[in-house]
């Protein structure tokens, strides 16, 4: 089993920038591969971002790409997401997940999620 715990949401202006954490526990995620989805009100959940286990190939949504990046620190468990040039349009609850391999993470079809953190972009 592995346990996905995201930190770092907050409230942030527009053109500001957070970094969202996702530690696992459990079992090492050092040969899962990770992703970042989010979901605002009333729109279904979405992908952002994704990184395979191995030699850490990242995936984007082509509304983040270039201003997001997905990295990993195996020795760590942990996932980030840095967001810079945020915009108000990135609001929305942020989910980290885990699969076995890249496809199964952008399935969404994985057991392994995390509760989700609050992203809020002011304008």
């Known amino acids: 089993q592995v346990q996905l715990v995201e930190s770092g949401g907050g409230l942030v202006q527009a053109g500001g920038s957070l970094r969202l954490s996702c530690a696992a526990s459990?079992?090492?995620?050092?040969?899962?591969?990770m992703g970042w989805f989010r979901q605002a009100p009333g729109k279904e959940r979405e992908f952002v971002a994704a990184i395979s286990w191995n030699i850490g190939n990242t995936y984007y949504a082509d509304s983040v790409e270039g201003r997001f990046t997905i990295s990993r620190d195996n020795a760590k468990n942990t996932v980030y997401l840095q967001m810079n040039s945020l915009k108000p349009e990135d609001t929305a609850v942020y989910y980290c997940?885990?699969?076995?391999?890249?496809?199964?993470?952008?399935?969404?079809?994985?057991?392994?999620w995390g509760q989700g953190t609050q992203v809020t972009v002011s304008s």
């Open positions: 459990g079992r090492t995620v050092s040969s899962y591969a």
């Open positions: 997940n885990a699969g076995l391999t890249v496809p199964t993470v952008l399935s969404q079809r994985t057991d392994y």
